[in-house]
């Protein structure tokens, strides 16, 4: 096959057409394909393989996820090492805030100079099980997410209570408490 290389002008006329997105649309388009991509692959694993072994892959994706990007947030951030619990909360923080504050609605409340609790009011994860009608059968990722950042950071800890259903499924609060530490 022969003809010119048409990929350098289709690049121009495509970076012209991004450009018409705000920082912040781009971005909340990114987290959207996101969460689209995630919700697809979870329930294609249910539907092929049952809900048993799509929560077990998922808490192991997660998990792996949250290693991976809190190291590469701590870099391209150039973070201060973790070493407190006060650093963890920052850097938690930064972290949600980077890939979909929105998602979460939530607090954190500190219990002792090596603990804290978080209280989600609203949660992503639960509205798009309740959409597709597995709630019941659906084990949180998010906090499987979140001992991946624990675990990056070098971080020991204990999370109560253990990662497992979803709590908002079973009619309870939201409401999980992370100590770190010996």
């Not at 057409?17 to 649309?25: A, F, G, V």
């Not at 979870?42 to 190291?71: C, D, P, T």
């Not at 972290?95 to 804290?116: A, E, M």
């Amino acid at each position: 096959m022969s003809g010119e290389n048409v990929q350098p002008c289709l690049r121009e006329q495509a970076n012209s057409i991004l450009s018409r997105l705000l920082p912040s649309q781009r971005e909340e388009l990114l987290v959207k394909c996101w969460l689209s991509h995630d919700a697809r692959w979870f329930m294609a694993v249910a539907q092929e393989y049952g809900m048993a072994v799509a929560n077990r892959l998922n808490q192991i994706a997660a998990h792996e996820l949250g290693k991976a990007e809190a190291q590469r947030l701590a870099r391209a951030l150039e973070l201060s090492p973790v070493k407190t619990l006060d650093d963890y909360l920052l850097a938690q923080e930064i972290g949600i805030g980077l890939f979909g504050p929105d998602l979460l609605d939530y607090d954190i409340v500190k219990t002792d100079d090596r603990s804290y609790q978080t209280q989600v009011r609203r949660c992503f994860a639960f509205d798009n099980a309740v959409r597709a009608g597995i709630a019941g059968e659906y084990e949180c990722g998010i906090f499987a997410r979140i001992t991946g950042w624990l675990d990056a950071f070098g971080l020991e800890h204990v999370t109560r209570p253990s990662l497992g259903k979803c709590l908002k499924a079973q009619g309870q609060d939201c409401v999980h408490t992370v100590a770190v530490g010996r």
